[in-house]
């Protein structure tokens, strides 16, 4: 394979880091076929913070794109993760959250409002359908993890009730 396939590989893999990153992605995996017998495989992940590269029927490449692919962002601000913290609220589908109930309508909850078990904390959009998503204890959002209209996985940390 020559260095300028080599080349376009990196930039290809910053790009797909890049698309990661900008839609709230944990991970993308990618195969490129050149050929019959040359491929490239691509797995770009925000939980183990890895990029992995393999090109058939060749080893993986001697250069080390993982810590230039992946931007500066995609390790949590806090040492602690929001998901293992007692109050978090976690997703139970995969889906689109809405924080409101339309567009252009008071959002459900902000920081510092009080909340009674059952209360709607928000909308997931999963299959065309929205679901009320009730809030699990009562208490006090400290902490809003996601934004409106982001896309959330099954799992993920929405918010912090205590």
């Known amino acids: 394979m020559s260095n300028k396939s080599h080349?376009?590989?990196v930039a290809f893999i910053k790009a797909l880091a890049e698309l990661l990153n900008e839609n709230d992605l944990t991970e993308l995996s990618v195969k490129r076929e050149y050929g019959e017998d040359d491929t490239l495989q691509v797995r770009v992940s925000r939980r183990g913070e890895a990029v992995t590269a393999h090109y058939a029927p060749a080893p993986a490449p001697a250069y080390a794109p993982a810590p230039a692919a992946m931007p500066a962002p995609t390790a949590p601000a806090a040492t602690e993760d929001?998901?293992?913290?007692?109050?978090?609220?976690?997703?139970?589908m995969?889906?689109?959250?809405?924080?409101?109930a339309e567009p252009g309508a008071p959002a459900f909850v902000s920081v510092g409002t009080q909340v009674s078990e059952g209360d709607?904390?928000?909308?997931?959009?999963?299959?065309k359908t929205m679901n009320h998503i009730?809030?699990?204890?009562?208490?006090t959002v400290k902490r809003i993890l996601i934004e409106d209209g982001a896309?959330?996985?099954?799992?993920?940390?929405?918010m912090i009730i205590e």
Do not use: F, N
């Open 94 to 100: 995969v889906g689109t959250v809405y924080m409101q």
């Open 82 to 92: 929001p998901a293992s913290h007692p109050g978090a609220v976690t997703s139970p």
């Open 151 to 158: 896309a959330v996985e099954y799992g993920a940390p929405l």
């Open 134 to 139: 009730p809030a699990p204890r009562g208490g």
């Open 120 to 127: 709607t904390l928000l909308i997931i959009e999963a299959m």
């Open 7 to 9: 080349e376009s590989d």
